[in-house]
């Protein structure tokens, strides 16, 4: 993990290689899936030594007009199903969160928005899961975008808090990607390099977690994470 200093007192960690195979992912309990606990999104798999997304509705296929395939005159609403392969570390964790993840991506593709995301303070029960997603996609092309949301809890209730397009915006295979929360700012790294970041009051606690995009077909198993390490801070 990169050597960002982080305010307070260190109070829990956690790092993983992935192995084994676990469908969904579990490590010994340690994990909260989004459909297995969740119920509405869909759950994270571990295979081959990489996590990754499960499967999901693909239902609605995905339309955002600032990824260029809704006409923003049609709606200014997302259109999709939205339930994300999510997972996040069960137990109790300190609000200041430095999150890392090694992206494994092959066969790039504009046909999905494949993403990899780090998520913090994040919390999921049956129907709800809320906290902070940062994502990145897995393309590196003028389509490529970074951003970071916050989720409100109901499936399809979230908020983008900040976004940049561009080819430097999206990460390749053997990238590293970093998400933090320090009180109530959020910045996204590429390689250690800072690439965005929001500021928030909404959520004060929750879990460090993993996800990826909904409705990416059955390239789920082309792009995720090789290992994963967080540290978490009190106040």
Do not use: C, H, M
């Given at each position: 993990m990169p050597d960002r200093k982080m305010p307070g007192r260190?109070?829990?960690s956690y790092r993983t290689t992935f192995e084994g195979r676990e469908d969904p992912i579990?490590?010994?309990?340690?994990?909260?899936n989004g459909k297995t606990e969740g119920i509405d999104w869909a759950d994270v798999v571990i295979e081959n030594g990489i996590a990754h997304g499960g499967k999901t509705k693909m239902s609605v296929a995905e339309r955002r007009a600032e990824q260029g395939n809704l006409d923003a005159s049609e709606s200014?609403?997302?259109?999709?199903d939205y339930d994300d392969p999510t997972a996040v570390l069960t137990g109790n964790w300190g609000p200041n969160q430095h999150a890392t993840g090694k992206v494994f991506s092959r066969?790039?593709?504009?046909?999905?928005?494949?993403?990899v995301e780090l998520r913090?303070?994040?919390t999921i029960t049956p129907h709800s899961c809320t906290g902070y997603e940062v994502f990145w996609s897995c393309r590196k092309t003028d389509t490529a975008y970074a951003e970071i949301?916050?989720?409100?809890?109901?499936?399809c209730s979230y908020e983008s808090l900040a976004r940049r397009q561009g080819p430097e915006?999206?990460?390749?295979?053997?990238?590293?990607?970093e998400a933090?929360?320090?009180?109530?700012?959020?910045?996204s790294y590429i390689n250690g390099v800072e690439v965005l970041s929001a500021t928030d009051d909404r959520w004060a606690s929750g879990s460090p977690g993993i996800g990826f995009n909904f409705g990416c077909g059955d390239t789920y198993v082309d792009h995720g994470f090789a290992w994963y390490e967080v540290d978490t801070y009190d106040d």
């Open positions: 260190r109070v829990r579990s490590e010994g309990g340690i994990w909260v200014a609403a997302p259109i999709g066969n790039q593709t504009d046909r999905y928005f494949q993403e913090l303070r994040s949301v916050r989720w409100e809890g109901p499936l915006f999206g990460v390749k295979d053997g990238d590293v990607v933090t929360i320090v009180g109530n700012r959020i910045t």
